[in-house]
Structure formats: C-alpha cells, structure tokens
C-alpha cells in the first residue's frame, strides 16, 4: 500500500480525552431527545457504560509509525482474533440498523468487508462493495476523492443499488471522512438514501462534525493513543 | 470433492446468482462474480450456511480469508463458528511484523501476508476464498498457516474452476466447493 493512500492521518502524539470523558458532552444544552440521539459516539448514544465498548477499545492494537513515521496506527486485526469482542462488535451494529428498514449495507474496501458481510446477513440486507478501480468486474461508477497527497477512486457495480434504497455504509476507521464521502456520493448518485456511515473507530478530526457530507455519523470507539502491554 | 449436492436445494439458487462477465480482467477469462450473490440476501445466507453446517462440529478456531474477497465469505464463517478471523493480505497492508509467502502467477509472482501471532501452534485452520483457480494462492495461504505451526484442515471455495486443475496443487489438502463452473 502506498503511504499516501491511507485514511489515518492523525500525526503525533497529542493529549485526548478518553471516550468516558466525552460522556461530558450532553451537559452541553441539548435541543431536545432528537438531537441527543444523533450523537456520534457509541457510548453518548445509547451505549453509556456499556462494557462492550470498552473491550472493543481494548482489542484495537496501535502499531506506531505505520504506514509513516507520526502516525499511530489503529490495527482491528487483534479484534478480530477475540471471536467473542468481534461477535460484540458485529451485534452493536445489528442491534442499532436492524429495525430501521436498511436494504443494503455497503462496505469500504478492504477491512469494510470484514464487518460489513456479517451485519448485512443478519439484518437481511444486501451487501455492496465499494472498491477500488479496476477490482469490479462489469460496468462500474466510478467517484475520485482527494487524499492527504494526491487522489484515489471508489468504484460501485451499476444497479448494485435501486433508487430510493436505505444504505448503511461501514468502515473499520473514519479520519478525513475522504473515503466515507465519496461513498455516500456514489449511493446518492443512483438514488439511494445513505441512513447512517458506521465505523468501528474514528479520530479527532470527525469529532464535533457529527455528520459528513450532511449524513450521521455512528462510532463504536476513539483511538487509543499506544498500547499499554508489550 | 465438490459439494455440488443435487439434493441441497440451496446450490442450485446459489449457482444461478453468480454472474459470469466476459473478457475480464483481460480477454478470454470468462470472470466469475460473485457480487450478484451478495446482492440477494437469502442466496448469501444460504452460502454461508453450507460453510457453517460443515465446519461447526470441526474444532475449527481460525478462519484464515484471502483478500479481499475471501474477507467477504471468511468473517460471517468465522464468527458462525465460533472461530477467530485472520485476513491473509497483499503485500504492505498488514501494519505489524508479518510473516511472508511468495507464489507463482501466471505471468509473474505476487505474495501473501500474515500477521505474526495470528495464528499459534496446533490451531485447526480452515482457508477461505471465493474461487480456486489454479490453486496458487490458496497453496500461499496454507503454507503462511502450517509456517505458523497450524493444521490446515480443509479449504473452501463458492466456486471451483476444474479445468485449472488447482485442486492437484493443494498436495493432499482437501478442498471443499459450492458449484463448478467450466
């Protein structure tokens, strides 16, 4: 993988408040029960003290200076070695969509198809690959987005999603939103109704967002800074 | 063996969901997508059921997926199952210490990943991918798992190509298979 085609572009080593102390924000004046609800973080939305999350944040490994040095690398991969963690982190996803009518669930290429597949199956949605070019066989619409250094594309199968369809997008991690973006551009553009984009992680940079692209934003957890054992 | 049980109603659905697209990635490969099964939600359960039934009882506690599309079938198999899922990658995607396994293509070589301490000494393993053609890179993929001290217990495929013969390259393993296509 080149460096430059990568979502996770937070540099350095800065003080961040732990997902806990963000349980702090809905002291800030809330505009009635909507606007709680569109909180993004997991733990702010229904989620509070859940012990789940925390294990799921425990499960991450931070791998430093990958792929560039600065950068603290959030690798699900140790999650999906802990069948019961990986298991808890599908059903929050399930639990959360499965009542909301969603017809699809698209899933970023690569580690997007590693949780997107097991919640699509069990709410009874499709599943959709976002790719990038070339990968999909067939005639393909293709959606460029600009990255830290240069330029990449996403691609989607043409009739893969019907007008008028409500789309969940996953992700393992949000940092730009680039990626996310062109996403829900490429649902909009044949018609689809992008509900919600769920990513495991997200960084600072989406925090205070709350939505991308005018779309909600849903997240499991925030990135730990370094891991505390060996 | 295939598993193309006339009996299983399920395969023929299956069978008849997959797409066949023409001259791709480059003329003369009749390219077998399985994104249209993915499109019908029950065809998809019912592939990923066929997998689960026959590993459940197994002892199976890794679920090794090739990319990217054995992603797609590998993870609903692994945590079906009760088992661990370990993504087998491209070169450079894996950011910690991995382990390497160079392979043969038809013009060139390319090479798989894994990540050190995915897997430990004695796991039942199983491969997963969406097709085998000619068995080069599931052979890659065994021989990361068995480096790693893993039992590679059987590999599965929605789709065989028996024309290619990659079920000769397996040395033995098993191999195990949804539909054929010719």
Request: a neutral charge; glycine letters at 8%; one cysteine or more.
């Amino acid at each position: 993988m080149e460096m430059v085609k990568t979502e996770q572009t937070v540099i350095g080593i800065e003080s961040r408040k732990k997902t806990q102390q963000n349980i702090e924000a809905p002291e800030r004046e809330v505009k009635g029960k909507e606007k709680k609800s569109r909180e993004m973080f997991a733990a702010e939305n229904g989620l509070k003290g859940d012990p789940r999350l925390e294990a799921i944040s425990e499960a991450i490994r931070v791998v430093p200076h990958f792929p560039k040095p600065g950068i603290m690398f959030q690798d699900i991969t140790t999650l999906l070695l802990n069948h019961k963690t990986f298991k808890d982190t599908v059903d929050i996803f399930v639990d959360r969509y499965r009542d909301m009518g969603i017809s699809v669930v698209a899933g970023i290429e690569a580690r997007g198809f590693m949780f997107g597949p097991p919640i699509a199956l069990a709410i009874g949605a499709k599943f959709v690959p976002l790719r990038k070019p070339r990968k999909l066989p067939g005639e393909v619409i293709s959606q460029p987005y600009v990255l830290e250094y240069g330029k990449d594309c996403l691609e989607m199968h043409v009739g893969a999603v019907q007008p008028g369809e409500r789309v969940v997008i996953i992700d393992d991690l949000v940092a730009t939103g680039g990626t996310l973006s062109a996403a829900i551009k490429l649902i909009e553009r044949v018609g689809g109704e992008v509900v919600e984009c769920a990513c495991v992680i997200g960084l600072p940079e989406v925090k205070g967002q709350q939505r991308l692209n005018g779309k909600p934003l849903y997240i499991l957890v925030e990135p730990r800074l370094i891991d505390h054992c060996c | 063996m295939s598993a193309c049980k006339e009996d299983d109603p399920r395969i023929h659905g299956i069978k008849s969901k997959i797409r066949v697209v023409p001259d791709f990635p480059k003329t003369g490969i009749m390219f077998q997508d399985i994104t249209t099964l993915l499109l019908e939600p029950k065809s998809f359960k019912d592939t990923i059921d066929l997998f689960v039934e026959r590993y459940k009882e197994k002892n199976i506690s890794v679920v090794a997926g090739i990319e990217a599309r054995g992603f797609i079938f590998g993870s609903p198999i692994a945590l079906a199952i009760g088992a661990k899922f370990v993504p087998l990658r491209k070169p450079g995607k894996l950011p910690a210490d991995v382990i390497k396994q160079d392979y043969t293509l038809e013009y060139g070589n390319d090479c798989l990943e894994m990540h050190v301490g995915a897997v430990e000494s004695g796991e039942r393993a199983l491969v997963v991918d969406d097709l085998i053609a000619t068995g080069g890179t599931l052979c890659a993929a065994m021989s990361l798992l068995e480096r790693a001290g893993a039992e590679v217990v059987e590999c599965a495929c929605v789709i065989e190509l028996p024309d290619l013969k990659g079920r000769e390259r397996l040395q033995g393993k098993p191999l195990y298979v949804l539909v054929e296509s010719h």
